[in-house]
Structures are given as structure tokens and as C-alpha cells.
């Protein structure tokens, strides 16, 4: 099994897992050891998976605007937590290729392999809901067609990007790339660099 079908089935367990109860404060249920790569690409995902249903409440309209506010502030640490399980999976993919020698013409990509896996979660969320959409009795021909080629698109990409993640991993493995990975630097949630904070 390659790296990304195992990802592509935990965010699969992920997303059925929430879907039993389909609650925000579900508590998370991770199955596997706290300390194997499995266990952070389940936490990964749940944390998406949640994230996901808040940025749906927070579009009601008639929010009541407290709540709203309230809903933002776990948007913004949800977000923070986000980043430092990229960094996190990042970590783990640093030390598994530690004694990579890379290659004279190695060449650096785009983004982080943890980078990359984040897009990969977000998109088995986005087929999740995508197949709601074309499995909904209440809606039109019209919609559920549109949806089912949306999907069919969601599904292709979903296949490119396991693949490039693949390849990515192998090409570091073998020396043709090299990871370099940039610490992120929020500034808007460090005191002392968000002029909200410093200059009172």
C-alpha cells in the first residue's frame, strides 16, 4: 500500500467516524498510537473535518452575533492547530529521510510533503460532501447532476494528487529532491507582533 492510500483511508475513517454523531463537540476518538505517523494524519483530518462543519455554521445568516464571535475564536485556534500538525507530519517526514544524501542537481518543490497531505484532506472532505450532494433526494435532477460532475472531477484530482505526493516522496527518497521546510509565522496570533496587542 502506498503512502497516500493509507492517508486517503484514515481521512475516509476520520470522516465517517464524525459523521456518526455530526456534532462539533464530538471528543475525538483516535485509534491509533499517539506516537506512529497514523495517529497525526487522523488528528490532521478531524481537526479539517470539524473545521469544515464550522465554517458552515458561521455562514447561517441568522447567527446570533456572540455565538459568531465565539465560532471565530475556535476558527482561529482550530487554524493554529491546523498549522502545527503540518509541522508536525513535516517533522516526521524530516527524520525519516535524515540520512538522504540528496543529489548534485536535486531540485527543491513547491511545498512541504505536509503541505501537500493537508490538500489531500481537505479533498476527501470535499468528495464526502460533494457525494451528499449528488445522493440528495430533495434536490433537484438538475443539481445532483451538477454535483455528480463536480465530483467526477474531485475524484480524478484526488488520484493526480495521491500520485504526486507519491512521487514527491520517492524523488526524496531517492535523492532527485530535497525538503526544506519553513516554520510558519502567524503574526496576527503573537502579541508582540500584532499591533492590536502591542500598541495598547
Known amino acids: 500500500m502506498s503512502f497516500t492510500q493509507d492517508c486517503n483511508q484514515i481521512f475516509n475513517k476520520v470522516i465517517?467516524?464524525?459523521?456518526?454523531?455530526d456534532n462539533i463537540d464530538t471528543p475525538i476518538n483516535n485509534p491509533y498510537d499517539r506516537d506512529s505517523?497514523?495517529?497525526r494524519l487522523y488528528l490532521k483530518c478531524w481537526i479539517d473535518t470539524v473545521q469544515w462543519h464550522y465554517e458552515d455554521i458561521i455562514r447561517d445568516p441568522?447567527?446570533?452575533?456572540?455565538e459568531a464571535l465565539q465560532l471565530k475564536r475556535r476558527i482561529d485556534r482550530s487554524n493554529q492547530d491546523r498549522t502545527d500538525l503540518v509541522e508536525q507530519?513535516?517533522?516526521y517526514f524530516r527524520q525519516k529521510f535524515c540520512d538522504v544524501t540528496p543529489l548534485p542537481d536535486a531540485r527543491l518543490n513547491t511545498e512541504s510533503p505536509a503541505w501537500a497531505i493537508d490538500r489531500l484532506s481537505i479533498l476527501?472532505?470535499?468528495?464526502?460532501?460533494?457525494?451528499?450532494?449528488?445522493?440528495?433526494?430533495?434536490?433537484?435532477e438538475e443539481h445532483r447532476e451538477k454535483c455528480q460532475r463536480k465530483l467526477n472531477v474531485l475524484l480524478e484530482q484526488q488520484v493526480d494528487l495521491s500520485t504526486a505526493i507519491d512521487q514527491l516522496l520517492e524523488d526524496i527518497q531517492a535523492g532527485r529532491k530535497y525538503m526544506k521546510v519553513y516554520r510558519q509565522m502567524k503574526m496576527y496570533n503573537?502579541?508582540?507582533?500584532?499591533?492590536?496587542?502591542?500598541?495598547k
Open 124 to 140: 476527501a472532505l470535499k468528495i464526502y460532501h460533494m457525494r451528499e450532494q449528488v445522493e440528495r433526494q430533495d434536490a433537484s
Open 16 to 21: 465517517n467516524d464524525y459523521h456518526l454523531t
Open 89 to 91: 507530519i513535516d517533522s
Open 190 to 199: 503573537d502579541p508582540s507582533t500584532n499591533p492590536i496587542f502591542y500598541k
Open 62 to 66: 441568522h447567527i446570533d452575533p456572540i
Open 37 to 39: 505517523i497514523e495517529n
